[in-house]
């Protein structure tokens, strides 16, 4: 399978290529330059299929001869041993309510799926065509304890992960700095997110540095993620249709950067038999607006109960962009040029039927998120995440629903808390972080800071 860029900017590249580039060379994001299409016949036969058979399936075609299929499967039953589920990601039934479990992985949360495997791939491809990668990166919580966890101890990729000190959870700073593997470099900012997230764009920008140490990123951007994302689609789809290709079920998303249910929107145009995509919002709701308007126009960023969706620009939405437009590339290219001289963007009537084709949209308050998790719990003492909570607000009472819980609630206790008036209990994952011995260091918010530290470090190891 070949890869092109949404920018139409570049020659087309295989997969290997493609998930250690990131983002393109001409700014873009890089897709498939084709899309194959499941069976009737192979959909009758999911159900029988565990969660890593059936992403070697689904997996398989997008990786073409980059990789032979007994690595793949190796690389998968590697990448799915640190869940704690026997199904990896189950589907279970709470009160007349579907909810897709994507929080069994070692942080728990859903973004484990996707970085377990991307840790293994970039070692196995570093390994296996030399060279190695230094990743580099801001978080405000869950992406940083993922991403870290993704790649701690592989060979040939060190990580330096920013976060703002003192701004993220105990919990999710533990998550990092309790990680003692050597390729691991936690750093805490004297300064807010937006200036880690700023520091690191201005590395990434710096492109001498960048070249001379190898940066690479784990952002929601790289194709891996959405990859590995779709699987879960699937499986869930197997698991409650039992494989009869006429049912059609309904997904509900909590949505920040637009990569989960983008993930959804490709397992569809794959032959999935997915009805509608449900894009759930905070009160951030820059897409929920564009579902409803066909504009694309960026507010200002509102802190929530729900922190991993606090986000305005959605990075993988110029992939929606290129497919919504059927991969003309220029007209991409003028839409983002719009949105960079005026910070807005509009499709036209045509496009936006398709738009509200392909998906619902609905934005959730803080108010209704603590409403929706105190009747659930109410109902059947389970406890939903803030994030989960959004999404089974929006999906309301349709039939053949599932909603995807994107995290464990023990992660957002103070939420938890402030809902039903108790914790949530720790999973196992989670329990004595607070006792466990960390390392990080603390620096200032100024890049050559950071670069001389990255520096120091990486000739330290080497020496
Ligand atoms: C990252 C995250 C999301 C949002 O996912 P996107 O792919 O950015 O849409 C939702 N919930 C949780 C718990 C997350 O960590």
Redesign the pocket.
Known sequence: MQYVSTRGGIASVGFAEAVMMGLATDGGLLVPSELPHVTAKRLRAWPALSFQELALEILAPFVGEAIPTDDLRALIERSYATFTHPQVTPVVEVDGLRILEL?HGPTA???DVALQLLGNLFEYLLARDGGEINICGATS???GS?AIHGVRGKAGISIFMLHPKGRVSPIQERQMTTVLDANVHNIALHGSFDDAQRIVKDLFNDLPFKTELSLGAVN?INWARILA?MVYYAFAWARVSGGDPERRLSFS???????????GYLARRLGVPIDRLIIATNRNDILARFVQTGVYEIGQVYQTL?P??D?QI???FERYLYYLHDGDAQVVCKLLETMRQTGRLQVDQRIHTRVRDDFEAAAVSDAETLEQIRLTFARSDYIL?P??AVGVKAGGARSDLICLA??HPA??NESIQLAIGREAPLPRSLQGLLDLPTRCVELDADPECIKAHIRSTLAGRQA
């Open positions: 929080f949360a859903f973004k919580g869950d992406t993922a929601s994302q998303v909590p949505t920040g950067n637009f990569g989960d249910v983008f993930a729900s991993a969706m986000i959605a990075s993988n995440c994030h989960t994107t995290a992660k957002f």
